[in-house]
């Protein structure tokens, strides 16, 4: 087998939980084969370099072997070599710290945790240094 679908590629190795979310991943431009966006009846081979794009992150994987059927987890790392670059490993990371900023539409109101570690995000450090107990005095009107 020398060539292979690229959204049967993608479920095989467990790249998408399913064909149907691959298919739909290529249909709406996420899936690039060496720069060039690709549908999902796209055939890879050997040696191709397949980037999806998950935002925030973009993936990069190099093709080592083309299946169509799906495999073990342990056998994954002879299909494909991940070749995604440590800075979008750094975007992941900064999306999860700040993630509670950047809420999906129709979630609804924040809960008191997700309120409170917002507040805990943008209040400066340097105001809890301050005591703020004003004595002022009432002036007379004579």
Same mark, same amino acid.
């Given at each position: 087998?020398?060539?292979?679908?690229?959204?049967?590629?993608?479920?095989?190795?467990? &790249?998408?939980?399913?064909?149907?979310?691959?298919?739909?991943?290529?249909?709406?431009?996420? &899936?690039?084969?060496? =720069?060039?966006?690709?549908?999902?009846?796209?055939?890879?081979?050997?040696?191709?370099?397949?980037?999806?794009?998950?935002?925030?992150?973009?993936?990069?994987?190099?093709?080592?072997?083309?299946?169509?059927?799906?495999?073990?987890?342990?056998?994954?790392?002879?299909?494909?070599?991940?070749?995604?670059?440590?800075?979008?490993?750094?975007?992941?990371?900064?999306?999860?710290?700040?993630?509670?900023?950047?809420?999906?539409? =129709?979630? =609804?109101?924040?809960?008191?945790?997700?309120?409170?570690?917002?507040?805990?995000?943008?209040?400066?450090?340097?105001?809890?240094?301050?005591?703020?107990?004003?004595?002022?005095?009432?002036?007379?009107?004579?």
């Amino acid at each position: 087998m020398n060539e292979a679908r690229i959204d049967k590629w993608m479920w095989a190795v467990r &790249i998408f939980k399913t064909r149907t979310i691959a298919a739909e991943a290529c249909k709406k431009g996420r &899936i690039s084969i060496n =720069g060039a966006q690709a549908k999902a009846a796209r055939m890879v081979k050997p040696g191709d370099i397949v980037q999806v794009r998950k935002p925030p992150v973009t993936y990069s994987f190099k093709v080592l072997q083309t299946i169509e059927k799906r495999v073990g987890a342990k056998l994954v790392a002879e299909m494909m070599e991940n070749v995604t670059t440590p800075d979008q490993y750094e975007l992941l990371e900064m999306s999860r710290v700040s993630g509670f900023v950047n809420r999906a539409k =129709g979630t =609804g109101r924040p809960t008191k945790k997700d309120r409170r570690s917002l507040e805990e995000f943008t209040t400066p450090e340097f105001l809890d240094d301050f005591d703020f107990d004003f004595d002022f005095e009432e002036e007379d009107e004579d």
